[in-house]
Nanobody
Framework: QVQLVESGGGLVQAGGSLRLSCTAS????????TAWYRERPGKGRESVAA?????TTTYADSVKGRFTIWRENDQVHLQMNSLKVEDTGVYLC???????????WGKGTTVTVSS
């Protein structure tokens, strides 16, 4: 089992920055991929960025060049720069174990970008 807790959300003006953190506990050795998703008003859940155990990163086209994902010990961070109003949403951390899907989810942290 893996437990995930997000932190770092808040209110920021367009053009600003925020850093989200996902603190993981439990059977971390079983994790293949950790990812950040978001749920935006009127839209479904979408993958924003992902990081594999081998440190390969992938990003949604909408955030490339603005967001960066990396791991530091038991935390996976998401640095978000040049934020846009359309980045507003609930950001969730998720983890995929080897041989499974995105089986573990945090409760999310809210990001609000004002114009």
């Amino acid at each position: 089992q893996v437990q995930l807790v997000e932190s770092g959300g808040g209110l920021v003006q367009a053009g600003g920055s925020l850093r989200l953190s996902c603190t993981a506990s439990g059977s971390l050795f079983s994790i293949k991929t950790t990812a950040w998703y978001r749920e935006r008003p009127g839209k479904g859940r979408e993958s924003v960025a992902a990081l594999t155990a081998g440190r390969t990163t992938t990003y949604a086209d909408s955030v490339k060049g603005r967001f960066t994902i990396w791991r530091e010990n038991d935390q996976v961070h998401l640095q978000m720069n040049s934020l846009k109003v359309e980045d507003t949403g609930v950001y969730l951390c998720a983890a995929q174990p080897y041989g499974g899907g995105m089986d573990y989810w945090g409760k999310g942290t809210t990001v609000t970008v004002s114009s």
